[in-house]
């Protein structure tokens, strides 16, 4: 016999609970923003580990801390904030066309405001969309992490990035009812790292690389935004990241150390060519041509812009001294570090 729902259950959905009321909320779609599924297809291998007990007491304890410090993003934050889309919340000459002849043609009242809003949602959604590859690249991880507490760590960081992905799309739905499709600079390093068949590879794409650059990204706007509720959620998902990095750290410990040249050569070139990905997936290119502006001008301006370079640059400030306490800082891949112009970080503190 079917199990039918009793009028308690089925008042569940109905009620105005603040679960339903979630529920309602989450299925409402963006006034504007991607749509649809794409299929990857992937092969990785796939372990079962039968030796239950702890083999990594680090990666261990790191997992306890992560029930620990497990937030809840319908609850925890403030959500009736209001958020007015087209204000200064950052500096306007933190925009790369600020002081140029394409900024000084805008209208300030109608276009600036305009621009604001368009550049905040580009750059938040790739957040949004950097943290579904995390999701995707973290899942991987469960399935071929040798060991359980590698397992469990990685199941942990699962939910971690579904919460990420959350609050980032209900705050590009609710506050800019705007969603930007993703770069295809990062579109092309999550594709690599998600269809790749080495453990490895998922570990140092998306804990050192990926995550990388999102703490250093998630700190600037934490530092530089006037907006509470962005400025909350950062700080509650870099919480987060920090572990998720460590856990790249901790899990590719003395993995490089004896690695074959040839196979090393594949993670040299990985990284190097990754920096160059994260770097150049900020430049705005799809504002400027949703917007009708010059895209070549502006994609110019952009390259040539004194603060973006700066926030480029500031991205690798988790990377690079990582990529160093690995062991990948070679002298091939100080080189390309050294052309990024960031390879000054080498001897920062690193994340974890």
Known sequence: MANVPSSADAS??????????????????????PQGVEKVDVAFPMSYTWDY????????????????????????????????????????NMNPLFGTPIWDKLDKKREVPTLRRHMASYMISNFLHGEQGALLATSQIVNCAPTSEAK????????????????YDRYLREKYELVYPISPHLKKLLDTLLQDSRWDFKYLGMQIMVEGVALGAFGFIHQTTEEPLI???????MQDESRHVAFGVLALKD?????????LRDREDFVIEASRLLRD?????????????????????????????????????????NVKRLGLLTPYVRRG????????????EPSA
């Open 12 to 33: 569940f959905f109905t009620a105005p609970t603040v679960y339903a009321r979630i529920a309602q909320e989450s299925a409402k779609p963006a006034k504007e923003g």
């Open 53 to 92: 007990a702890t083999s990594r007491l680090d990666l261990r304890v790191l997992y306890e801390k992560s029930k620990d410090l497990m937030w809840n993003g319908s609850t925890d934050l403030p959500w009736e904030t209001p958020v007015d889309p087209e204000s200064q919340y950052v500096p306007d």
């Open 152 to 167: 469990f760590y990685a199941a942990a960081q699962v939910f971690d990035e579904a919460r990420h992905v959350e609050v």
């Open 231 to 237: 400025r909350q959620i950062t700080q509650m998902i």
């Open 255 to 263: 993995t490089y150390a004896d690695m074959a040249p040839s196979e």
């Open 281 to 321: 997936k900020f430049l705005g290119q799809e504002v400027w041509e949703r917007l009708g502006l010059p895209q070549k001008e502006c994609e110019e301006y952009s390259e040539r812009s004194e603060s973006m370079q700066f926030f480029r640059k500031l991205l690798f400030t988790k990377i690079v001294p």
């Open 337 to 348: 570090f050294e052309e990024l112009e960031v390879i000054d970080y080498e001897n920062w």
